[in-house]
């Protein structure tokens, strides 16, 4: 992945996650009262800026585990 793609791609991602799980985390803590949703967007207002910069940390560190977890599951032998 190159260019824009680099940043636009695990926004998005973070964009996902952190909208469904704030709100499966706030529906387990409070559960649904009339202010539910108000309480998941205050939720989620939190978490996504959190998760974005996770995930744009994390993309590197996740792309070098994957990639040696598919070599091994073929049988490829690792790099030195």
Do not use: C
């Amino acid at each position: 992945m190159t260019g824009k793609a680099k940043i636009i791609f695990p926004t998005v991602m973070a964009f996902i996650m952190s909208f469904l799980m704030s709100g499966v985390v706030t529906a387990m803590n409070i559960g649904l009262p009339p202010d539910f949703l108000h309480a998941w967007m205050a939720a989620w207002a939190v978490a996504f800026p959190g998760a974005t910069i996770a995930a744009l940390i994390a993309q590197g560190p996740a792309r070098y585990v994957t990639e040696r977890v598919v070599r091994w599951l073929d049988g490829v032998p690792a790099n030195p």
